[in-house]
């Protein structure tokens, strides 16, 4: 056990806190999709990328450049932000066929110790992690249904946006009644039998209103 400030740690743990990591790789694997165009544009995704900017870059390719098919691909803590980047694609674009492929890819990682001994040479330590990964292809041409992780389009009233589902809605709902049926019984019957409320109501509107105060601009 090493001591530090009166608090005793493991070995292990102390050395360790010597270590900085300096250097991050992945493992170069084949897209898992057959017969895609050599000139395929594929998306690698990390932790720190920056939405707006991939989909910047993708959108000009399938929009401006006539793209048919894209492939955006991530691992570990990019997974997440991998799987937000499709669907904002799918739902711009809409008519989008998808296929989604999970396996495991090796990371390599490169820790440098920041505390060598003064007799000896530089330590560094190599750790081989294996981690999720997932690739996922976006295609404007139809794919094969039948294998595995295939998704079809979404239908068009998915893809629009949500105000023109609500607003077509709110023109279905009843017309709410006259307005003879919103009075109580017995107005409605002095409305019937004459005048008398509708004479009330234009006197009323006539009349002034007491505390009201009125400013006029004068241009001379």
């Given at each position: 056990?090493?001591?530090?400030?009166?608090?005793?740690?493991?070995?292990?743990?102390?050395?360790?806190e010597n270590f900085r990591k300096v250097r991050t790789s992945e493992?170069?694997?084949?897209?898992?999709?057959?017969?895609?165009?050599?000139?395929?544009?594929?998306?690698?995704v990390k932790e720190g990328s920056k939405i707006r900017n991939l989909m910047n870059f993708a959108m000009a390719q399938m929009e401006l450049k006539?793209?048919?098919q894209i492939v955006f691909s991530g691992c570990g803590?990019?997974?997440t932000k991998t799987i937000?980047?499709?669907?904002?694609?799918?739902?711009k674009l809409g008519g989008l066929h998808q296929v989604t492929k999970v396996r495991y890819k090796t990371v390599l990682e490169v820790w440098e110790n920041q505390?060598?001994?003064p007799d000896?040479?530089?330590?560094?330590?190599?750790?081989?992690?294996?981690?999720?990964?997932?690739?996922?292809?976006?295609s404007r041409d139809p794919l094969d249904p039948n294998q595995t992780g295939y998704q079809p389009p979404e239908p068009r009233h998915e893809v629009g946006e949500d105000t023109l589902g609500s607003s077509a809605k709110g023109l279905k709902r009843p017309l709410p009644p006259p307005h003879e049926e919103l009075l109580?019984?017995?107005?409605?019957?002095?409305?019937?039998?004459?005048?008398t409320l509708h004479a009330t109501q234009e006197h009323q509107a006539q009349a002034p209103t007491p505390n009201t105060l009125k400013i006029t601009n004068n241009i001379n």
């Open positions: 056990m090493a001591a530090e400030g009166g608090r005793a740690k493991p070995v292990a743990q102390s050395r360790m493992e170069e694997m084949p897209l898992p999709f057959p017969d895609l165009p050599p000139d395929v544009v594929e998306m690698k006539g793209r048919r803590r990019a997974v937000t980047c499709v669907e904002i694609m799918k739902r505390d060598p001994p000896g040479p530089a330590q560094n330590l190599t750790v081989h992690k294996n981690v999720p990964s997932i690739c996922i292809l976006l109580p019984k017995k107005l409605q019957r002095r409305t019937h039998s004459g005048s």
